[in-house]
């Protein structure tokens, strides 16, 4: 970490300041930062909340959420190749059973895991064609479970009935 003398000669902008101004101003770029992202979470809570009330949605997303980590649980302990567009189904599915909170939680989910599952393929693949394929099929797979049609339609052969 440089020292607060070399700090002026690295950002030029804060030459003849002292180190406490740069912590004050590192201090207010993550506060600002943090009421941004408070924010958009907030917005994005409040955009999805129905006339039911706060409660039943939270309640709704958790357990959408629990929906999809079991989801997640079964397709790791399945061990069945070309299983996962079913599981992702399911677990979506599960999630918009519960209302209008389990289909925010399962969106909010699914598009983080698009997300961090394109930019690990991105660097570790080099983003071919044939990654993007299957985040492309995984993710209609994820709107078709969400839209309440039935994800045994993604079900392979040979699966276990207890899935």
């Known amino acids: 970490m440089p020292k607060p003398a070399e700090i002026s000669t690295i950002v030029p902008w804060l030459e003849g ?12 770029k993550v506060h600002s930062t943090m009421r ?9 809570l409040v955009m ?7 409660y039943s ?14 989801a997640y649980w079964n397709l790791i302990a399945s061990n ?3 299983s996962n567009r079913y599981f992702y189904a399911r677990g979506n599915y ?36 044939s990654a993007l394929e299957d985040l492309q099929s ?6 078709w479970g969400r839209s309440g049609k039935d994800p045994d339609h993604f079900r392979s052969d040979g699966m276990h009935k207890k899935y």
Not at 36 to 44: D, Q
Not at 48 to 54: A, D, K, L, Q, R
Not at 101 to 129: D, M, P, T
């Open 48 to 54: 999805g909340v129905s006339s039911e009330g706060w």
């Open 57 to 70: 949605f939270f309640k709704e997303a958790v357990q959408g959420a629990g929906d999809l980590c079991k």
């Open 80 to 82: 069945h190749q070309n």
């Open 138 to 143: 995984n993710q209609k797979a994820e709107e």
């Open 36 to 44: 941004l992202f408070t924010g958009i979470v907030f917005c994005s």
């Open 17 to 28: 300041t002292s180190s406490s101004a740069f912590t004050d101003f590192s201090w207010r």
């Open 94 to 129: 599960d999630a918009a059973q519960r209302g209008p909170g389990g289909v925010w939680a399962a969106k909010v989910i699914s598009r983080f895991r698009h997300y961090l599952q394109g930019f690990i393929n991105y660097y570790v693949s080099g983003n071919s064609n």
